[in-house]
């Protein structure tokens, strides 16, 4: 599979309005639109979350702070499992997902920690479903 190595410049949503310039691997029929990855059929299949919502110091932090889950989550989520990688850490949960066309269901979202960056991958099947090949992806997340 060939991939391509995508730079962009992520806009922080917070007061500071803060740029981050980011890079990361991806699929080379997978793109990227503001800050939502797509595959190649552009169905949403993950996207970056601002470093600054979550300003974990360190990935064991990361992990506790999403095994307790946050006031605003939806009853339907659940806490599914976490684990590491070298430097990269991660968390997947199951939730409940709306579309915005009405179609609604069941998802399961990995977030990776990597190094203050944060990514997510969605998948409608399990926190397992292709998890290696997302695992080698989010590994190239880096700071530029």
């Known amino acids: ?6 730079i962009l410049t992520l806009m922080c949503l917070s007061i500071s309005s803060v740029a981050i310039a980011t890079s990361i ?3 080379g029929n997978w793109s990227i639109e503001s800050s939502v990855i797509y595959d190649q059929n552009h169905k949403k299949v993950g996207e970056f979350f ?3 919502w ?3 110091k360190t990935g064991k932090e990361f992990i506790n702070s999403f095994k307790k889950g946050f006031p605003d989550d939806p009853v339907t989520t659940k806490f599914i499992s976490s684990g590491s ?3 990269v ?3 997947c949960s199951e939730g409940e997902y709306h579309d915005g066309k009405g179609g609604s269901g069941i998802w399961y979202s990995r977030v990776f ?3 203050g960056l944060l990514v997510v991958f969605y998948s409608y099947k399990s926190c ?3 998890f290696e090949g997302i695992l080698k992806i989010a590994q190239t997340l880096k700071y530029n």
């Open 85 to 87: 990688n070298k430097e």
């Open 25 to 27: 691997n991806i699929p």
């Open 54 to 56: 979550f300003p974990y």
């Open 113 to 115: 920690w990597v190094n």
């Open 89 to 91: 850490f991660w968390v």
């Open 50 to 52: 601002d470093p600054e």
């Open 1 to 6: 599979m060939c991939f391509n190595r995508i």
């Open 128 to 130: 397992q479903d292709n």
